[in-house]
C-alpha cells in the first residue's frame, strides 16, 4: 500500500481538525518559513484558532475547513496544526465528502490526527505522514522539529526516522492507536512495521493498552518503540519498564520486537510515511 510524494510541494495548508493553536505559533512557523524556506508557501485557515469549549470550532466547522483545505487544488498538502482530542468525531464523514484534489494531497501530523492518517490510509486517500505539526513550535528545540517538515516539502529526505528499513511502515501514537482498532477506519497493517509512541500515561496504562493492540497487530512485520515521555509517578513501582512491556507482548502474540524508533511527543519527532516511500 501506499505511494511516494512526487516532490517539492509548494503550496501547503493548515487546518486544525481537533484542538486551537495559538496565533503566535502559527506566527512563527510562517516567519521561520518565509526566512529559510521562501519556496514554500504556508496558509493557516482562520479556523485554527477558533475555540468551542475543548475543540477548534465545533465538529462542523472542523469538517468544513478540513474539507476546504483537502478539495483545494491549489494546496500540494495539508498540515494538521495541533493534536489534541477530536479529529475522530469528524475522519468518518471528511472520508465521505473528499473529492479528486483531496486524492493527491500528502497529509502530515501525529497524536490525536493519527486517527486521520489512519482513515486516510484505508481509503486509499492521498500520502498520509507521520510528521511534527506547527505547535511543535513550542518545544524545545521545536524550530528544528518545523525545520524537519519544511525540509521534507522541499524534497530532502534527511528527517526520516532513520531506521525505516524499506518495508511498508505506518506510525501512531499508542492511545490513538488503541481507539482506532476495531474501527471502520482503521486500516491492513499486515506486513507493516508499525511504530508507537506514547505520553503521559502510567505504565501499567501502557501495558493495558498493549494488551489491546496487540491482538490486532498479529500479522505485522514488526513493532518498534518510540519515545515514551511525561510518564507519571504511580503510587507503586510497575516492576517493568516501557520497553520490557512492549517485549512482553510482542512475544506473547508472536510478533518481532525491532527496537526503539525516534518518534514521539518532543522536538526529536521524526518522519514517517505510511506505506513505501522512494
Known amino acids: 500500500m501506499g505511494w511516494p510524494v512526487h516532490r517539492p510541494l509548494r503550496t501547503i495548508a493548515v487546518c486544525a481538525p481537533a484542538t486551537p493553536l495559538l496565533r503566535e505559533y502559527a506566527d512563527a512557523v510562517s516567519a521561520l518559513a518565509a526566512a529559510e524556506f521562501p519556496g514554500i508557501e504556508l496558509h493557516f485557515h482562520d479556523q485554527c484558532f477558533a475555540e468551542d469549549g475543548h475543540f477548534a470550532g465545533n465538529d462542523a466547522t472542523r469538517l ?18 495541533k493534536g489534541g482530542y477530536g479529529s475522530n468525531r469528524i475522519a468518518g464523514d471528511f472520508l465521505g465528502k473528499v473529492g479528486p484534489d483531496a486524492r493527491k494531497k500528502a497529509y502530515l501530523g501525529y497524536s490525536d490526527c493519527g486517527t486521520l492518517l489512519g482513515a486516510l490510509y484505508r ?8 510528521a511534527p505539526m506547527p505547535v511543535d513550535i513550542m518545544r524545545d528545540g521545536g524550530s528544528d522539529a ?10 530532502d529526505d534527511s528527517g526520516l526516522e532513520a ?3 524499506g518495508a511498508p511502515a505506518a506510525a501512531f501514537n499508542l492511545y490513538t492507536l488503541a481507539m482506532l482498532v476495531g474501527t471502520d477506519l482503521m486500516p491492513s497493517l499486515s506486513g507493516h512495521e508499525v511504530l508507537i509512541e506514547e505520553v503521559g500515561e502510567y505504565e501499567y496504562a501502557i501495558d493495558r493498552l498493549l494488551f489491546h493492540v496487540s491482538q490486532h497487530l498479529h500479522d505485522i512485520a514488526g513493532l518498534r518503540l518510540g519515545e515514551v515521555s511525561a510518564v507519571p509517578e504511580n503510587d ?6 516501557v520497553e520490557e512491556i512492549a ?8 510478533i518481532a520486537y525491532l527496537g526503539r524508533a525516534a518518534i514521539g511527543h518532543s522536538s526529536a519527532n521524526r518522519i514517517v510515511p505510511f506505506g513505501l516511500e522512494a
Do not use: M, Q
Open 123 to 130: 481509503a486509499g486517500v492521498g500520502k498520509p505522514v507521520h
Open 146 to 155: 518545523i525545520r524537519r517538515v519544511l525540509a521534507w516539502f522541499s524534497g
Open 236 to 241: 507503586r513501582p510497575f516492576g517493568a519498564t
Open 64 to 81: 468544513a475547513a478540513l474539507l476546504d483545505c483537502a478539495n483545494d487544488a491549489r494546496f500540494d498538502a495539508v498540515w494538521f496544526a
Open 247 to 254: 517485549r512482553y507482548w510482542c512475544e506473547k502474540h508472536a
Open 163 to 165: 531506521g525505516l528499513t
